[in-house]
């Protein structure tokens, strides 16, 4: 892997943990289970992309923040918990974490495929201690995708964009 690409891939994960650390900071706790939210929308498959409505650490509703972008897979049947939208130096960035049942292959074989069937250019993929990861971009726009395992037996999706 290029030595530039990795120090990409190490800053958006800085910039996502910044993220959540900052939407995380409201006091309360996270919710139990994710089954206790929503789930997200998928249209009539994964392909359509609807604005989807997420249940927050406080149990209200949210919005995927506007600056995620519409090109950016979501995957299918998971449960958003939390999610931060920013400008910096005019770059619009989201992050957003989701939970599913499915493994962190699983999750990391979908967005290999969205990726590359959907136009964009993987730039990175990791895979350590169980975890899976993948750097795209499409244009001016990057992606970054964490799936790790949870204390619950499913994964924790963190997608980190850039656009």
């Known amino acids: ?3 530039s690409r990795k120090l990409s891939l190490l800053i958006a994960t800085v910039i996502l943990a910044g993220l ?4 995380c900071d409201s006091g309360t ?6 089954d206790t939210a929503m789930p997200l929308e998928s249209g009539d498959a994964a392909d359509s992309q609807a604005t989807p409505q ?4 406080e149990g209200g509703a949210a919005d995927i923040p506007e600056e995620f972008p519409n090109d950016v897979p979501m995957y299918p049947g998971a449960v958003a918990a939390q999610s931060k939208g920013a400008v910096a ?3 619009p960035m989201a992050a957003v974490q989701l ?8 999750v990391y074989d979908f967005y290999m495929e969205k990726f590359e069937r959907e136009g964009w250019t993987i730039e990175t993929r990791e895979g350590f201690e169980g975890r899976n990861a993948v750097s ?3 244009g001016e726009c990057s992606a970054t995708m964490l799936a790790a395992p949870n204390e619950e037996g ?3 999706i963190f997608v980190f964009t850039e656009c």
């Open 136 to 138: 795209a971009t499409n």
């Open 154 to 156: 499913g994964t924790s």
């Open 29 to 34: 706790q996270e919710p139990d289970a994710p």
């Open 99 to 106: 939970q599913s049942d499915d493994s962190p292959k699983e």
């Open 89 to 91: 130096d005019g770059v």
């Open 54 to 57: 997420m249940a927050t650490p």
């Open 20 to 23: 959540f650390a900052v939407a």
């Open 1 to 3: 892997m290029h030595r």
